[in-house]
């Protein structure tokens, strides 16, 4: 049973344009989220994190949308650049002290 | 932010023999550590979580004797890996909460290669 879902493996993007990441969960309880993003070989990175009172948080390229009654959030980069690519992961923070991962999607932005 | 240390980035073992990896949290304390274990092309894996002066909480599935998890201090949580077979070869990451915020930092990640 996956909480929490990331349906789209793989992105590719131009260089500039906006990329769009997307992730879904289906426990309410959840409260807070988190936006890693992921080199080979190396740990996660913490981006950018939302807590679900809010629907929106911004921080330089990055902003993270979160839609509650759809039980989805969005990470949004723009403008998009190489270096940005990665494997993105969203984890939902379930208030147990436990972090349920999704299961990632590879961006990759084109030069 | 917070600095997580992990402890040796990679290690290559026989088969039978037993390993430890090391987290340490630098530059805070972590009441609890995560283990994660990372399959080619898959997500995060929690393996377990690990609370400091107690004992291990173990994910379903996860061998409990076989990964073993001590967190003895606040800063340190070590993961050892007893007996390794070639089946147990993978990327091992952890990681520390920050008290308050929720953040969650993770180590570099251990690469296990077991001959």
């Known amino acids: 049973d996956q909480q929490v879902k990331q349906n789209s493996p793989s992105l590719s993007v131009q260089e500039g344009r906006i990329s769009i990441l997307n992730c879904d969960y289906t426990?309410?309880?959840?409260?807070?989220f988190l936006w890693y993003k992921k080199y080979p070989a190396e740990g996660p990175t913490f981006l950018i994190s939302?807590?679900?009172?809010?629907d929106k948080n911004e921080d330089g390229r990055f902003t993270v949308f979160l839609n509650k009654s759809a039980k989805h959030l969005s990470l949004h980069i723009v403008p998009s650049q190489p270096g940005d690519s990665a494997v993105y992961f969203c984890?939902?923070?379930?208030?147990?002290?436990?972090?349920?991962f999704g299961t990632g999607t590879r961006l990759k932005v084109l030069a | 932010g917070a600095v997580v240390s992990q402890h040796p980035s990679r290690v290559i073992c026989k088969s039978g023999t037993s390993v430890k990896i090391e987290c340490r949290s630098l530059?805070?304390?972590?009441?609890?550590m995560f283990w994660y274990r990372q399959f080619p092309k898959q997500s995060l894996m929690l393996m377990a979580t690990?609370?400091?002066?107690?004992?291990?909480?173990?994910e379903q599935g996860v061998e409990k004797d076989k990964f073993l998890i001590n967190h003895a201090s606040l800063t340190l949580s070590t993961l050892t890996v007893t007996s390794a077979h070639p089946e147990d070869s993978s990327f091992y990451i952890c990681?520390?909460?920050?008290f308050g915020t929720g953040e969650l930092f993770f180590g570099e990640g251990s690469r296990l290669t077991v001959l």
């Open positions: 990681s520390a909460s920050l």
């Open positions: 690990s609370n400091e002066g107690s004992k291990a909480t173990y």
């Open positions: 984890a939902a923070f379930s208030g147990t002290y436990k972090y349920i």
């Open positions: 939302i807590s679900s009172i809010k």
């Open positions: 426990n309410s309880m959840f409260d807070y």
């Open positions: 530059d805070f304390q972590a009441t609890t």
